[in-house]
């Protein structure tokens, strides 16, 4: 893994095309030869230029992590000590970076649903078709709305360098600790890519069938089954991309995927016992309605040039849309119950998020003539966002339909002094954005702590179209007294819009006006950064301390029905990362340490003093990760720990039956090159640990549907080759 750390201040910059970043280096502006160009930094400048906390998992270490755990988010969550223990689900609600939501793209173009999150973004796409992960730290506005934790931008697999036909294939089996049928999944997937002249094309497919998980006493892990899993389940993944160079610089790329993830259907959930520590499980038979299922379908067309009047154009539109369907209950719930489709009780009905977007990226980059050493950047962005939630069954609407659209100018400048002694970077993006919301009505039935309000109907609300605009600002100075030894300091705004769905579904009082209803005012959070830096030699080592805040953050809270509501309360982060690698005396062998600590409180009373502990659905634990790697000739292998620190959360209305107890993970991978492909071996939880995941532990202590343990050992035995 190539790690880069630096401080999070590009607050201004914005998305980035993937055909420029992705097959080109130009020589006058990457400082180092080889050196990696992020995109998600929309800059051409080399990761040392710039003052951001970044983090690139290249495919080598990207494929490991995934033959390990199976998916992309898993391995950037085992990789990342200041991200969440993922929760082994096909939701993601509540897991955060630096104690907040990240911003998933693929090749820049925005995965996330801020207006509704249904938290299925880290599934969109399969691993098998990115080519890096590119993870960048702290709350900043690089691609717009969204980034208040970071971004998590997965960049694709490239053009074809050679004329001619090349490809790759890949081979999985994966088992359960006892090799049991019902436990058994496999994989399969390909990509052919073809070269000829000036135009090259790749296309590809996945497909992947999960069987289900059982825990390290041999139990089948519980079944959640509005929010949806990715055990008993498939996968197909479908990847195109076609380019055409129409000058020695300009360049011409269209990319499309397609990612369906969708429940079986062959499972139930058993109840566990929270009080008495018996797991959430699961057993044969047919739940109600259909399966749990993500869909997302993406096209994006780029035109690049590297040497547009002397310096970098990009341009890029896209077109994004999702449909995550969440299950239904084996138990009809309240919220949907309306007495006039059917008596209380009996109205069986679940929900579908259905979002869409589209937009336009234009950048461009250049040195000042005669003033090499400045380096400035000027471009637009634009989004079009339209969210609702519908219940299928009824085909009634949860959330309304609602619109969001953001124009936003931005410039960036970056100064190098003293022949690279000290820079400085800073810049300004200017946010206009405008949330569009009908009237409409709350379902009939909207059950608050047991108040029940169907008497009149549900509620009517006002719609509006409530504005925002805002100057984001961000500055940063990097101190290099020498090669591979920095010091420095920034700062960064960045903002999102709070789950507007979970607010506007919720709405009790009759006659609310959503242009006056502030709840809906975006989350504008900053991040201030000190750290440093030392690549050199066998070293590679950085230690960084944050703080960040929000005056009106977003809080997920519990109900008893188990859906979650949005709070508005002001939220204070702060946290120390430390990473540390060493390449020993043996030829090929490297050890590894990261470590994490972040608290985070917000104000629970609102009397402007930050009192209360974060609980497990806002913020991650403390963790320790160890790993020693080794890769010489055709052998490479790695064994990584992971330990999860107990956390007690503190504050007026802490419950103690949330505290987290706190466990360690072991993984381990082999793999051996032959002349006909790759042979892996992997083991995730080597030990077979019993454990109940954090979100589980540390949320809804009463709710014995909600008591999900960790996955016990597992083996995966891959064949990979390429031609």
């Given at each position: 893994m190539n790690?880069?750390?630096?401080?999070?201040a590009?607050?201004?910059t914005a998305?980035s095309?993937?055909?420029?970043?992705?097959?080109?280096?130009?020589?006058?502006?990457?400082?180092?030869?080889g050196?990696?160009?992020v995109t998600a930094a929309r800059t051409?400048?080399p990761p040392n230029?710039l003052?951001?906390t970044i983090?690139v998992?290249?495919?080598?270490?990207l494929?490991q992590?995934?033959?390990i755990s199976?998916?992309?988010?898993d391995a950037v969550?085992t990789?990342?000590p200041s991200?969440?223990?993922?929760r082994?689900k096909?939701?993601?609600?509540?897991e955060t970076l630096r104690?907040r939501?990240p911003l998933?793209?693929?090749n820049g173009?925005?995965?996330s649903?801020?207006?509704?999150d249904?938290s299925?973004?880290?599934f969109t796409?399969?691993?098998?078709?990115?080519?890096r992960?590119?993870?960048?730290?702290?709350?900043?506005?690089?691609q717009?709305?969204?980034g208040t934790?970071g971004?998590v931008?997965?960049?694709?697999v490239g053009a074809?360098?050679?004329?001619?036909v090349?490809?790759r294939?890949?081979l999985?089996?994966?088992a359960?600790?006892?090799?049991?049928?019902?436990?058994m999944?496999?994989?399969?997937?390909?990509l052919?890519?073809y070269?000829a002249?000036?135009?090259d094309a790749?296309v590809?497919?996945?497909?992947?069938?999960r069987g289900?998980?059982?825990?390290g006493?041999?139990r089948p892990?519980g079944?959640?089954l509005?929010q949806g899993?990715t055990?008993?389940s498939?996968?197909?993944s479908?990847?195109?991309?076609f380019g055409?160079?129409?000058t020695?610089?300009?360049?011409?790329?269209?990319?499309?995927?397609r990612?369906?993830?969708?429940g079986d259907?062959?499972?139930a959930?058993?109840?566990?016992?929270?009080l008495?520590?018996?797991?959430?499980?699961a057993e044969p038979g047919?739940?109600?309605?259909?399966?749990?299922?993500?869909r997302?379908?993406?096209?994006?067309?780029s035109?690049?040039d590297?040497?547009l009047?002397?310096?970098?154009f990009?341009?890029?539109?896209f077109w994004?849309r999702s449909?995550?369907?969440?299950g239904g209950?084996?138990n009809?719930i309240?919220t949907?119950?309306?007495?006039a489709?059917a008596?209380r009780?009996t109205?069986?009905?679940q929900s579908?998020?259905?979002?869409?977007?589209?937009g336009?990226?234009l950048s461009?980059?250049?040195t000042v003539?005669?003033?090499d050493?400045?380096?400035l950047?000027?471009?637009?962005?634009a989004?079009?966002?339209s969210?609702?939630?519908?219940?299928?069954?009824?085909d009634?609407?949860?959330v309304p339909?609602?619109?969001?659209?953001?124009?936003?100018?931005?410039?960036q400048?970056?100064l190098?002094?003293?022949n690279?002694l000290v820079?400085?970077?800073?810049?300004?993006?200017?946010e206009?954005?405008?949330?569009?919301i009908d009237?409409?009505r709350?379902?009939?039935?909207t059950?608050f702590?047991?108040?029940?309000?169907?008497?009149?109907g549900g509620?009517?609300?006002a719609g509006?179209?409530?504005?925002?605009?805002d100057?984001?600002?961000?500055?940063?100075?990097?101190?290099?007294?020498?090669?591979?030894?920095?010091?420095?300091a920034?700062?960064?705004e960045?903002?999102?819009?709070?789950?507007?769905?979970?607010?506007?579904r919720a709405?009790?009082t009759?006659g609310?006006?959503?242009?006056?209803?502030l709840?809906?005012?975006?989350?504008?959070s900053?991040?201030?950064e000190?750290g440093v830096?030392?690549?050199?030699?066998?070293?590679?080592?950085?230690?960084?301390?944050f703080?960040s805040?929000?005056?009106?953050g977003?809080l997920?809270?519990?109900?008893p029905?188990?859906?979650?509501d949005v709070?508005?309360?002001r939220?204070?982060i702060e946290?120390?990362?430390?990473?540390?690698?060493v390449?020993?005396?043996?030829?090929g062998?490297?050890?590894s340490?990261?470590?994490a600590?972040?608290?985070?409180?917000?104000d629970d009373?609102?009397?402007?003093v930050v009192e209360t502990d974060l609980?497990?659905?806002?913020?991650?634990?403390?963790?320790?990760n160890l790993?020693?790697a080794?890769a010489?000739?055709?052998?490479s292998?790695?064994?990584?720990?992971?330990?999860y620190?107990?956390?007690t959360f503190?504050?007026p209305?802490r419950?103690?039956?949330n505290?987290f107890e706190?466990?360690?993970l072991?993984?381990?991978?082999v793999?051996?090159?032959?002349?006909?492909?790759g042979?892996?071996f992997a083991?995730?939880?080597l030990?077979d640990?019993?454990?109940?995941s954090?979100?589980s532990d540390t949320?809804?202590?009463?709710?014995?549907?909600?008591?999900?343990?960790g996955r016990?050992?597992?083996?995966?035995?891959g064949?990979?080759?390429?031609f």
């Amino acid at each position: 893994m190539n790690r880069t750390f630096a401080l999070a201040a590009l607050a201004c910059t914005a998305l980035s095309s993937p055909a420029f970043a992705q097959d080109m280096t130009p020589a006058d502006t990457a400082e180092d030869e080889g050196t990696i160009i992020v995109t998600a930094a929309r800059t051409i400048l080399p990761p040392n230029a710039l003052p951001l906390t970044i983090d690139v998992i290249d495919k080598d270490v990207l494929d490991q992590q995934i033959a390990i755990s199976g998916s992309v988010t898993d391995a950037v969550a085992t990789l990342s000590p200041s991200f969440s223990p993922t929760r082994q689900k096909l939701s993601g609600a509540g897991e955060t970076l630096r104690g907040r939501s990240p911003l998933y793209a693929i090749n820049g173009i925005p995965q996330s649903t801020p207006l509704r999150d249904g938290s299925r973004d880290g599934f969109t796409i399969d691993g098998f078709f990115v080519d890096r992960v590119e993870l960048i730290f702290g709350s900043n506005a690089l691609q717009g709305v969204g980034g208040t934790g970071g971004i998590v931008n997965q960049v694709t697999v490239g053009a074809p360098a050679e004329e001619g036909v090349s490809g790759r294939a890949l081979l999985q089996a994966t088992a359960d600790n006892d090799f049991s049928d019902e436990g058994m999944g496999g994989k399969v997937a390909g990509l052919v890519q073809y070269k000829a002249g000036r135009f090259d094309a790749s296309v590809g497919a996945a497909w992947e069938r999960r069987g289900v998980f059982f825990d390290g006493e041999g139990r089948p892990v519980g079944i959640n089954l509005t929010q949806g899993e990715t055990q008993d389940s498939e996968t197909l993944s479908l990847f195109g991309r076609f380019g055409y160079a129409v000058t020695d610089t300009m360049r011409l790329d269209l990319i499309a995927s397609r990612f369906e993830l969708e429940g079986d259907g062959d499972y139930a959930a058993v109840a566990g016992n929270k009080l008495g520590g018996v797991p959430t499980s699961a057993e044969p038979g047919i739940p109600p309605g259909v399966p749990a299922t993500g869909r997302t379908e993406s096209v994006a067309l780029s035109l690049t040039d590297t040497d547009l009047g002397g310096g970098n154009f990009i341009s890029q539109i896209f077109w994004n849309r999702s449909r995550d369907t969440f299950g239904g209950e084996p138990n009809p719930i309240a919220t949907f119950q309306d007495p006039a489709i059917a008596p209380r009780g009996t109205l069986f009905d679940q929900s579908q998020n259905r979002s869409r977007k589209y937009g336009g990226k234009l950048s461009y980059e250049r040195t000042v003539p005669g003033l090499d050493a400045l380096t400035l950047i000027a471009g637009f962005d634009a989004l079009w966002d339209s969210t609702e939630q519908r219940l299928i069954a009824t085909d009634r609407a949860w959330v309304p339909p609602t619109d969001f659209r953001s124009l936003a100018p931005f410039g960036q400048a970056n100064l190098k002094l003293a022949n690279g002694l000290v820079r400085l970077a800073g810049g300004v993006r200017y946010e206009n954005v405008k949330i569009t919301i009908d009237d409409y009505r709350t379902l009939a039935s909207t059950t608050f702590d047991g108040t029940d309000e169907s008497t009149y109907g549900g509620v009517a609300v006002a719609g509006g179209s409530p504005t925002f605009d805002d100057v984001l600002l961000n500055g940063g100075v990097i101190v290099e007294p020498v090669p591979g030894i920095r010091a420095y300091a920034s700062y960064a705004e960045g903002y999102t819009v709070p789950d507007v769905g979970r607010i506007t579904r919720a709405v009790r009082t009759a006659g609310t006006d959503i242009d006056n209803f502030l709840d809906i005012s975006p989350i504008v959070s900053n991040n201030r950064e000190l750290g440093v830096e030392v690549k050199r030699g066998p070293l590679d080592a950085s230690a960084t301390y944050f703080w960040s805040s929000s005056k009106k953050g977003q809080l997920l809270i519990a109900r008893p029905d188990g859906i979650f509501d949005v709070q508005r309360q002001r939220v204070e982060i702060e946290g120390l990362e430390i990473n540390l690698a060493v390449r020993m005396p043996v030829d090929g062998l490297t050890l590894s340490a990261g470590y994490a600590h972040i608290t985070g409180r917000f104000d629970d009373d609102e009397d402007g003093v930050v009192e209360t502990d974060l609980d497990g659905a806002n913020i991650s634990p403390d963790r320790l990760n160890l790993a020693a790697a080794y890769a010489k000739g055709p052998v490479s292998a790695r064994v990584q720990t992971q330990f999860y620190l107990a956390r007690t959360f503190r504050g007026p209305n802490r419950d103690a039956r949330n505290d987290f107890e706190g466990y360690n993970l072991t993984d381990a991978i082999v793999r051996y090159q032959t002349s006909i492909g790759g042979i892996s071996f992997a083991v995730s939880n080597l030990f077979d640990k019993q454990y109940i995941s954090y979100a589980s532990d540390t949320q809804r202590p009463t709710d014995n549907f909600f008591n999900f343990a960790g996955r016990g050992r597992t083996f995966t035995l891959g064949w990979d080759y390429r031609f």
